[in-house]
């Protein structure tokens, strides 16, 4: 008795199973369908594009659509324009958050809440708040259309970055950077030396997450970059879809789109562990 | 000074600091702080911290200030500033099209609560042990990663009322779908659905490390004491995520009021009779389309106070509904 329930809760629970695969299965297609799409629009010629009943999948694939888009040099300085920005400000803001997260956490900081509870307060203020009077700053020393005010209030340092970073800091044990002073170590020593690689881990994460928000950003860069070399990716493809569109040719605007993506989802799908972790790290401990 | 070989960034930031207060900290670790080691501590701990103080100083406190000044002036960026008190104010609250573009701006927040529903049942159907979870969660997590912008742009065309992919998909099932963007009635919801299909995967992944971490224990506990699925699901599952349910509706109302970039792709004008045009959008354009920076300024900063009233009405409210599970 006791052995045939059992077995019809395991049959059941294997019911449930096969029924939950296939809702999870089928939410995966309507995620990953729209860029599929996306995808075989780009290979289809402009005919397959406004064919009724719809071509799924183009009959002669279009490759070419990926060789004329480089035609417009402007996806090249587009990738060129977005790549100084990011890695500037990824690479010098994270020394500089590192650093503060040091003094924050590990060093006798005057002030140390006051200063804390300040760059905090930062968080609050929304961006659209602070965009006009930041432009007009930076329209009058001559900033507009560079890439500039998208990269120095950035190296400056990020607060959240500095936030995590200084969490990761307190469970470091202080006797550590006390015995390398006790050693003679300079505090630029011990920052360099003991600390960059503690928080490595938690630096590579911040990182990268920083990294794909500063190459996804749009709001900042159209403020900005009026020139169209001058533009940053995102800006370039935004730019294309009008353009483009008015000349009906979706092939090209879709595949423009579908590159702009790949930097990104390879990086995602390089260090897809480490981004799952710092993301799930991020919820709990917010 | 005393400050020796920093970088200038750094001096200024200690000398300001120190100008404006000379005694020593009250929290330093025992030891007192006046000694010549410390106060060499003290200096190098300020130069270290200089880069964000002097970011925060220069982009956000200046800023800040000179935001609230300029609101209080008529003014086109270029010319002079014209002081006008409250008037942008005044004006702004008779406005039809701030009015419109707030209520659009809070009309979308509707995705808010369906992407937290849809998410944490993904995350309870992925803590099953399946075949392919690791597939399913790059899967779901790939639109959170894109480009916005490249996203916007695929679903702008996926939304086109004759070839765009979900009329087609529609058409498959005999329905007739509407031409979404064109459309007052359907532009929203098409919004609405594409910004939850991008966060999915974003509140999946947090659900599911908050279910994971729920002790097993517990649930064996409710089994014994014949609890139905629901049960389990209702006293147990659903109180253990909620500080994860709290992080995401605070921090997605936040980014949910700055909506943008979408908007300004999707629906270049802001969408039939201004109905997709949110609060930024419309702030956008007045400041930098119309010149009217003075009156922008105004509605940035009220959208800026809304934002900060509604997160501590939410930080208030979860303190007092909060309780502790040993």
Redesign the interface.
Known sequence: MALTQALSRRTSSRIT?TV??V???A??I??????L??VS?SLKTTLE??A?P?VWIPEVPQWDTYVRMWADSLILSGFRNSLTVSLTVTVIGTF??A??A???AK???????V?FI??LS?I??????????????F?RIGWVDTLLPLIV?A???N?VM?FFLRQYLENVP?SLVEAAKIDGAS??QI?WKMIMPIIRPAVAAQFILWF?FV??D??AP??YLNTPERQT???V??NM??QYATQRD?PL??GA??V??VP??VV??IF?RQ??ES??????K? | MTTSSATTSGSTATAG?RAS?PT??R???PGG?TSRL?RH??K???I??A??????L???????C??VY?SLTQWN?LGPMRFIGLQNYVNLLGDEYFRISLFNTFFYMIGIPIGLALSLA?AI??N?K??GLT?????????V??????I???????YNG??G?VN??LAFVGIDGPNWLASTAWAKPAIIIMAV?KG???SM??Y???IQ?VPRSLYEAAQLDGANSWQRFRAITLPMVR??TF??VV?NI?AG??I??EI??MT?GGGPEYSTAS??WH??RQ??RYQQ?GY??AM??V??IL??II?LIQFRLNRRNSFVID
Not at chain 1, 30 to 35: D, E, R, S, T
Not at chain 2, 136 to 141: C, E, G, N, S
Not at chain 2, 145 to 150: D, P
């Open positions: 199973d939950v695969w809702i999870l299965a939410g995966a309507v995620m990953i369908a729209p860029l799409w996306m629009t594009v406004f009724l719809p500089t958050c650093l503060a040091f003094s924050l060093m006798r900081l005057p002030f140390r809440n200063i300040g760059l930062g609050m203020i929304p961006f659209p708040t602070l965009m006009i009077p930041q432009f007009v700053m329209s209030p190296i400056f340092g607060i500095i202080n505090y630029w920052f794909m190459w996804n749009y709001l159209i403020l990716l995102q800006v493809i935004a879809n009008v979706y605007i879709m789109s579908a702009a993506l990104i989802l995602f799908l897809q981004i799952i993301v799930a790290l991020t919820g709990t917010g | 600091l207060a020593p900290p929290k330093t670790p702080g410390h501590e003290q190098w701990a300020l270290f911290v880069a964000p103080l002097i970011g925060y220069a982009f956000t406190l200046y800023p800040v000179f935001a300029a960026g993904l159907a992925m099953r399946l075949y597939a399913f969660r790059t899967i779901y997590y790939i639109p990663i894109s480009s916005l912008a490249a916007a742009i695929l679903w702008q065309w996926a004759d070839f992919l087609q998909v299909w999915l995967g974003y992944l947090l599911l490390a908050a971490s500080p994860v992080f995401l921090t936040i009021a700055q943008f970039t300004n792709i270049p609060a930024v702030i956008w400041a930098f920076m922008a300024t940035a900063i959208l800026g934002i900060l997160t």
